[in-house]
């Protein structure tokens, strides 16, 4: 018989013909996974992937760095730069710890927080990602000095103490605004005390010694201010508009008898104050954290990757290979997964081959929550079962 010669375009086809034989029984003796095991012992056996669980996760916000240990109740830390913030217990990322101990410019600083969170109406926002009851009170290490707040924040009561442990100083807040101050001395005798508009000042010390407060009057806000003798009687009345005398002032002896009077601006002559009509406050609506997760996603069939990869460990293993693995990686917010470590049975013999495997895989999609990007630490688990 004579030869077939094949010229441009057919011998072309049959030489593409080949090569893609040629590689489909590659890809089939692959996908087969025919191996003879190095060790007796790990023949008719089969490596299993039985999924993956997330240990750790880590993010940039602005700057600060949040690592999050994952568990039954995740551990938070947080730091800024170098400098270690905080750290407290997160569940479903509300946190759960009875207080937080932290540091702000090397103040040292400890909160309480209220675990009741199904009763309470408004949280915090800590870092962008977790969310608090109430604070119920913060203490400044270096000051001494601690804030109170009401189940919903709005009212606040601040403590200053004197090295001693006596209160120096009492602060309320409502809605922002101080309506009301104590203050003692060391020995815990009082020096002022104010509430709202009324200012009380003790001198000497548990003494009373003058008051300021506006009342009305004859239609006009008038600001009274009155003093007293150390006696307890009265020293002297005086009255003010707008910063100016007015009204009759009165001066008294330390017997409390009136000894004189000093006419000023009559009330008449005051003008008249346009009142407006009282406004009924509405508190703004609590704010609602949501947060929008994308989980991580390898960029081709992970399946079918690690099934490959751990065959092949197994059949070139020379120790034998049973039960139960994990291996741990680290997974960079580039997607460029890391081995970390491996645990199981003879481990530390397949431990190069893991790293190996980790290191050929392709990019991952890094999981992202709420437009950030993580970094995490991932177990993956595998089990070498007995074929049947």
Same mark, same amino acid.
């Given at each position: 018989?004579?030869?077939?010669?094949?010229?441009?375009?057919?011998?072309?086809?049959?030489?593409?013909?080949?090569?893609?034989?040629?590689?489909?029984?590659?890809?089939?003796?692959?996908?087969?996974?025919?191996?003879?095991?190095?060790?007796?012992? #790990?023949?008719?056996?089969?490596?299993?992937?039985?999924?993956?669980?997330?240990?750790?996760?880590?993010?940039?916000?602005?700057?600060?760095?949040? $690592?999050?240990?994952?568990?039954?109740?995740?551990?938070? +830390?947080?730091?800024?730069?170098?400098?270690?913030?905080?750290?407290?217990? $997160?569940?479903?990322?509300?946190?759960? +710890?009875?207080?937080?101990?932290?540091?702000?410019?090397?103040?040292?600083?400890?909160?309480?927080?209220?675990? #009741?969170?199904?009763?309470?109406?408004?949280?915090?926002?800590?870092?962008?990602?977790?969310?608090?009851?109430?604070?119920?009170?913060?203490?400044?290490?270096?000051?001494?000095?601690?804030?109170?707040?009401?189940?919903?924040?709005?009212?606040?009561?601040?403590?200053?103490?004197?090295?001693?442990?006596?209160?120096?100083?009492?602060?309320?807040?409502?809605?922002?605004?101080?309506?009301?101050?104590?203050?003692?001395?060391?020995?815990?005798?009082?020096?002022?005390?104010?509430?709202?508009?009324?200012?009380?000042?003790?001198?000497?010390?548990?003494?009373?010694?003058?008051?300021?407060?506006?009342?009305?009057?004859?239609?006009?806000?008038?600001?009274?201010?009155?003093?007293?003798?150390?006696?307890? !009687?009265?020293?002297?009345?005086?009255?003010?508009?707008?910063?100016?005398?007015?009204?009759?002032? +009165?001066?008294?002896?330390?017997?409390?008898?009136?000894? @004189?009077?000093?006419?000023?601006?009559?009330?008449?002559?005051?003008?008249?104050?346009?009142?407006?009509?009282?406004?009924?406050?509405?508190?703004?609506?609590?704010?609602?954290?949501?947060?929008?997760?994308?989980?991580?996603?390898?960029?081709? #069939?992970?399946?079918?990757?690690?099934?490959?990869?751990?065959?092949?460990?197994?059949?070139?293993?020379? @120790?034998?290979?049973?039960? #139960?693995?994990?291996?741990?990686?680290?997974?960079?917010?580039?997607?460029?997964?890391?081995?970390? +470590? !491996?645990?199981?049975?003879? $481990?530390?013999?397949?431990?190069?081959?893991?790293?190996?495997?980790?290191?050929?895989?392709?990019?991952?999609?890094?999981?992202?929550?709420?437009?950030?990007?993580?970094?995490?630490?991932?177990?993956?688990?595998?089990?070498?079962?007995?074929?049947?």
């Amino acid at each position: 018989m004579n030869p077939i010669i094949l010229k441009g375009k057919r011998k072309l086809a049959l030489l593409i013909a080949i090569l893609s034989l040629s590689a489909c029984c590659v890809l089939q003796v692959n996908a087969q996974d025919n191996c003879k095991a190095k060790l007796k012992a #790990n023949r008719n056996k089969s490596f299993i992937y039985e999924g993956k669980d997330r240990i750790e996760e880590s993010y940039e916000f602005g700057v600060y760095s949040v $690592s999050i240990k994952k568990g039954k109740i995740d551990t938070v +830390s947080v730091h800024k730069g170098n400098q270690f913030i905080t750290t407290f217990l $997160s569940q479903y990322g509300h946190i759960v +710890s009875t207080s937080i101990d932290y540091l702000i410019d090397g103040v040292a600083y400890t909160d309480t927080l209220d675990l #009741n969170t199904d009763t309470r109406k408004v949280k915090y926002d800590y870092y962008g990602n977790f969310t608090s009851a109430q604070l119920f009170t913060t203490y400044n290490h270096s000051t001494g000095a601690q804030a109170y707040y009401d189940v919903y924040g709005a009212d606040s009561l601040y403590v200053n103490r004197y090295d001693n442990g006596q209160v120096q100083k009492m602060i309320w807040v409502n809605y922002g605004t101080e309506y009301a101050r104590k203050q003692w001395n060391m020995e815990g005798k009082l020096l002022y005390e104010k509430y709202h508009s009324r200012e009380t000042t003790y001198e000497p010390p548990g003494l009373l010694h003058s008051q300021q407060y506006d009342t009305l009057m004859d239609g006009r806000t008038i600001h009274c201010k009155t003093t007293w003798y150390e006696n307890g !009687a009265p020293e002297s009345v005086a009255y003010f508009y707008d910063g100016k005398p007015c009204h009759v002032w +009165s001066y008294y002896d330390r017997s409390g008898k009136l000894i @004189k009077t000093a006419k000023k601006t009559p009330l008449h002559k005051l003008p008249m104050e346009v009142r407006e009509p009282p406004r009924a406050y509405a508190p703004p609506d609590p704010s609602i954290f949501r947060t929008v997760s994308i989980q991580e996603a390898y960029q081709g #069939n992970l399946n079918a990757f690690l099934h490959t990869e751990m065959t092949r460990i197994l059949c070139a293993s020379s @120790k034998e290979l049973k039960g #139960n693995y994990t291996v741990r990686t680290y997974l960079n917010i580039e997607g460029r997964m890391r081995f970390v +470590s !491996a645990r199981g049975e003879n $481990s530390e013999a397949i431990a190069p081959a893991l790293q190996q495997m980790i290191d050929k895989m392709d990019l991952w999609k890094p999981t992202r929550e709420n437009g950030r990007t993580l970094a995490l630490v991932l177990d993956f688990r595998f089990k070498v079962t007995e074929n049947k």
